[in-house]
């Protein structure tokens, strides 16, 4: 029953994508506007049939319907509760499903929010981009990745469960939602962007419609990206939290040109600029996030993130492909209607840091993807294999970070179009009195090396900048003045200040050691002390734990432990971790005692400043949230050719003033 259930669910969604791109398309052709119109309720009829199929898998996992194949290979009935609802997004075919039921949640919210304005071409446009999308991962389900098979199993057949590294930790079941949802987010924009270019209205009236999906769908993809990192440091017991893994860099990829484009963009608004670089950012990140989806489902890459080998990949590259060639197209088309009523007047000025910011976050991207694709195209054609590691990212991406700090200080300070040295000079004093300050004190306290020095003066330059803009806003409106989007966007610099400050120092200042200690054994690390009281074995229907207890520095009692899953031939490690606002002990039990007066090894990690790291994150995540709605307006001193003013009306410049989808936009204050 669950089976039929969930094949007709996704044959719902997949004939009513197919009925609302021909209807919707019919209806832009012939400018019938009650088709156009027509296409919400095919977007709302897809979506239906995503929540079908999704309830029919969660109950076959809930109820251990054996006869679906997905569920006997990846259900059992000692998997947990919590971990058991996760199982869905745990292999392949329940991750595409995870896919649709996310982007037909979005195809429908996007059908709601503009039910009254689907008249207009750019929005009818946007309907049919996203249903075309939908069709696509709608019929990977019906072809390579049915997650609804049936099989026969004898009585009395349990599955093995989820991957035990699945069912270490309970961020599992949320980062990778978090991660879909940013993901699948940047189809709004994107189909926006395809709706501007086939419409010729390429000015900045559709900015203004996906400002809002933009930036949700990048902080949730942040957001993903940053519980992603603290699952693998919780679980995989390596000690890090980031190791440049293919599957790692796959969902970087798009957050780097996201967070360009979200730069970028506000140029446009403001001075028409930058038109081609927008819609190449936001193309980029679209198809960026097949490409990632490709990497990591379709079985080419060897890593703990990754799918196994599957079928989809030719499909995923093609529909990557077509991507590609159909927004290279287009913008290509649109090549005169493109050019920029305006120009950069000086490289002193937020328009010209903007530019240097998006030159940096593309130079960065290329980077990440050249070390992740390079050697997945040296195999395919002499069939070597090649490994490009962290040494090689680490060279090269941290000059670029260093001088975006640099930028993230700069950048908020100088107005637009020109700044004079005399305004950079008060702007910056306070901001380089922090930098100065965090140098000569991370000097002091005997911290060495030249790249962490800098990232802890640029971090405290750039932190002092946004602190600068935040304290400004507050005592002009008060705390209300710091909502809204320059200054919730300083709330998001000051977390990837913090970020990439607890990044340089954990990364730089880690001391690592194993240790060799029998029962009672007390072991020196650092300024902490250890005292080994033995091992524990605990008995789970799933697993036997096989925990040392370790007490750390008199304390409280910390349990490293190997796990051993009933159905799995691999001993998974799980750490233990004391957490602290200054240094995290971080205790991986290596080997097991083999009898009473054997010694149990024992690596231990002491990383500075980590749990910063996830309070970066939340930053971020509060900022982003600031900014996805309106401050308090003024009214502008100095409107600008080409742009909108801040009452939301396009202003100048071609292509703006039949742009019928407008939105209010918030000023933004010096």
């Not at 094949?7 to 052709?29: D, E, F, K, N, W």
């Amino acid at each position: 029953m669950n089976a039929a259930l969930g094949s007709a669910g996704v044959l719902l969604g997949l004939v009513s994508c197919i009925a609302g791109v021909v209807t919707v398309a019919v209806g832009l052709r012939g400018d019938r506007l009650a088709l156009i119109r027509t296409g919400k309720t095919y977007a709302f009829l897809a979506f239906g049939g995503a929540v079908l199929a999704t309830a029919a898998m969660q109950r076959g996992l809930i109820t251990r319907d054996f006869s679906m194949a997905y569920v006997a290979d990846n259900g059992s009935s000692r998997t947990p509760a919590l971990f058991n609802v996760a199982t869905m997004w745990s292999a392949l075919e329940g991750s595409i499903l995870l896919w649709a039921l996310v982007l037909a949640g979005y195809t429908a919210l996007i059908a709601h929010r503009f039910r009254d304005r689907l008249d207009d071409k750019l929005a009818g446009w946007a309907l049919l981009t996203m249903l075309t999308t939908g069709i696509f991962f709608f019929a990977l389900m019906v072809g390579p990745a049915n997650p609804f098979r049936s099989v026969s199993v004898p009585m009395g057949f349990d599955g093995p469960g989820p991957n035990p590294l699945l069912q270490n930790h309970p961020l599992v079941a949320f980062h990778p939602p978090m991660l879909y949802l940013g993901y699948v987010g940047f189809t709004v924009p994107f189909a926006f962007a395809i709706g501007a270019l086939v419409t010729g209205r390429v000015g900045e009236g559709w900015l203004l419609v996906t400002r809002r999906w933009t930036l949700f769908a990048w902080g949730f993809l942040t957001a993903g990206i940053i519980l992603g990192a603290w699952w693998s440091y919780e679980v995989l017991g390596w000690g890090g939290y980031w190791g440049w893994d293919p599957v790692e860099n796959a969902s970087l990829l798009p957050w780097l040109t996201g967070t360009a484009y979200i730069h970028s963009v506000m140029v446009q608004e403001r001075r028409g600029m930058l038109r081609v670089w927008n819609l190449s950012l936001l193309c980029a990140t679209f198809a960026l996030t097949i490409l990632g989806t490709f990497l990591t489902r379709s079985g080419v890459l060897d890593s703990v993130h990754a799918f196994s080998e599957s079928g989809i990949g030719p499909w995923l590259l093609s529909f990557f492909a077509v991507i590609v060639i159909v927004t290279v197209g287009l913008i290509g088309w649109r090549g005169d209607r493109l050019r920029s009523p305006g120009r950069i007047d000086s490289p002193l000025s937020r328009e010209g840091s903007f530019l240097a910011n998006n030159v940096l976050f593309a130079a960065l991207a290329f980077i990440v993807l050249l070390g992740t694709v390079f050697p997945l195209v040296v195999e395919a054609v002499t069939e070597d294999r090649l490994s490009v590691g962290a040494p090689y990212f680490d060279r090269m991406s941290m000059p670029i970070g260093l001088a975006l700090l640099f930028l993230m200080a700069i950048a908020p300070v100088l107005p637009w179009r020109k700044a004079s040295t005399e305004l950079l000079r008060v702007r910056l004093f306070w901001p380089a009195v922090a930098a100065t300050a965090a140098v000569v004190g991370s000097i002091t306290f005997g911290n060495r090396g030249l790249a962490p020095v800098l990232a802890f003066g640029l971090g405290a330059f750039a932190g002092g900048a946004a602190l600068r803009q935040i304290v400004l806003a507050a005592r002009r409106q008060g705390w209300r003045g710091v909502v809204g989007r320059t200054n919730g966007g300083m709330v998001v610099h000051l977390g990837v200040v913090v970020f990439a400050v607890a990044l340089a120092a954990s990364q730089s200042y880690a001391a690592e050691t194993e240790l060799r200690l029998q029962e009672g054994s007390v072991a020196t690390v650092g300024s902490h002390t250890l005292v080994y009281e033995g091992i524990e074995e605990i008995e789970d229907p799933e697993k036997t734990t096989i925990a040392a207890l370790v007490r750390v520095d008199g304390g409280v009692v910390y349990r490293p432990a190997i796990n051993r899953f009933r159905f799995g031939s691999q001993s998974i490690g799980t750490p233990s971790v004391k957490t602290s606002l200054t240094e995290d002990i971080y205790l991986t039990l290596l080997e097991i005692p083999s009898g009473p007066d054997d010694p149990a090894v024992i690596r231990v990690v002491l990383q500075p400043l980590v749990t910063w790291l996830w309070i970066g994150g939340g930053l971020m995540a509060i900022g982003t949230a600031l900014a996805a709605f309106p401050g308090r307006r003024r009214r502008p001193t100095e409107p600008t050719s080409g742009s909108h003013d801040d009452g939301g009306r396009l202003r100048g410049g071609p292509d703006t003033t039949d742009d019928k989808i407008t939105l209010p936009v918030p000023v933004r204050g010096r």
